[in-house]
């Protein structure tokens, strides 16, 4: 079976073609004009039509003129053919690579003045850096979440284990410890479901106007007692506004919200705020302190992120409460925000379109929201 001519040889063939194409064309361009001109006008003087048959020496120097044509373009073709394949041969065997599981493989671009090769190169570089990117936080991901459910599962087992064996009495006391361990275990596969949900684009909201206030009333008093236990207290700042949202995603994520400051928070005031600016909710908590620290900010909303990890573990956090806040804001079209208060505490927010106040309204003006 013949091997196809490469890119190289095909550019270097058709340059020479070209270059032997031209040198012949221009020859008998002229040698054709000079004939027409002579017999139509044959007083201008120019030699007799069988003169300007080429003499032995004309052909040999015509002969060079097309061999140096040639060279000529064989030479620009080389060249060409060079600058056109080191970038495409580089993002070839860098796909190779990256086929046999060399995510860290990249393509040199080589001569940047070839616009659409250094682009291809670029755009194959940015592709094996996001699929290396995706394939270490999917190692990432794994490794997080059999560690997170490592814990109450091994807790699970030797609970029953011992009362299977009689170690631990059957009491009320053991089976709400079972029952908090599982628990725990349905919110961290209900915050894994929710972002796995969100990350697939699939996480369908359940529009409808609600009244904001009243559900974040009703919230905070169901949070009270546990808050209440940490040492903390809640204050409501609420503007009565109906918001056209997903109001049990919205619920989600301001449990999520409460909840973290139950845990991470110093003792002291919790203040829940809600209100409207420029056609946009804001749901805001802050806390007393003492924030986070500046190298956290810019990830605390990526997944299994904690600010102190050994202070997360006694708290139970699994790090994805605030990962799931983000996604609930992001499916309504909006973001979820960190930013340090006056006194040094911590304020987390979610901040969403379409919102539109109780008195100013009826339900047939709320729509959904455009994202």
Not at 23 to 32: D, F, H, R
Not at 182 to 189: A, D, P, Q, T, Y
Not at 336 to 341: F, T, V
Request: charged content about 20%; hydrophobic content about 45%.
């Amino acid at each position: 079976m013949m091997r196809e001519p490469g890119l190289s040889r095909q550019i270097l063939w058709s340059m020479a073609a070209v270059g032997v194409g031209m040198a012949v064309a221009v020859m008998v361009s002229l040698y054709t004009f000079y004939t027409l001109w002579i017999m139509f006008y044959p007083e201008s003087g120019l030699a007799p039509p069988e003169n300007l048959i080429p003499t032995w020496p004309e052909w040999i120097f015509m002969s060079l003129l097309v061999l140096a044509a040639m060279a000529v373009a064989v030479v620009a073709a080389k060249r060409l053919s060079r600058r056109l394949l080191t970038p495409l041969n580089s993002v070839a065997d860098s796909v190779r690579r990256v086929a046999r599981g060399e995510l860290h493989a990249r393509a040199v671009a080589g001569d940047r003045s070839l616009g659409e090769t250094a682009a291809l190169v670029d755009d194959f570089n940015s592709m094996a850096e996001r699929l290396e990117r995706t394939a270490h936080e999917l190692i990432t991901w794994n490794a997080a979440i059999a560690h997170e459910l490592r814990t109450p599962v091994t807790i699970l087992r030797g609970r029953l284990q011992g009362l299977a064996e009689g170690v631990f009495a059957p009491d009320e006391a053991q089976f709400r410890s079972l029952l908090g361990q599982v628990e725990g275990l349905s919110r961290l596969i209900d915050d894994l479901r929710t972002l796995s949900l969100a990350d697939g684009g699939h996480l369908n909201m359940r529009m409808a106007p609600a009244p904001i206030a009243d559900e974040i009333a009703e919230l905070a008093e169901l949070m009270g007692p546990a808050l209440r236990e940490a040492g903390m207290h809640i204050e409501l700042r609420l503007e009565h506004v109906n918001a056209v949202c997903d109001i049990t995603r919205v619920r989600q994520a301001l449990l999520a919200l409460l909840d973290n400051a139950r845990r991470y928070a110093s003792p002291g005031r919790v203040l829940v705020e809600a209100r409207v600016a420029d056609g946009q909710l804001h749901i805001a908590v802050e806390d007393d302190g003492p924030g986070l620290k500046d190298e956290l900010v810019a990830h605390v909303f990526e997944a299994f992120q904690r600010g102190d990890d050994s202070r997360a573990r006694a708290s139970g956090g699994s790090g994805l409460g605030l990962a799931v806040v983000r996604a609930i804001a992001q499916a309504h079209g909006g973001r979820a925000g960190y930013r340090r208060s006056d006194d040094g505490g911590a304020i987390f927010s979610i901040t969403f379109p379409h919102t539109t106040r109780i008195a100013d309204s009826t339900p047939s003006e709320y729509a959904r929201p455009q994202t």
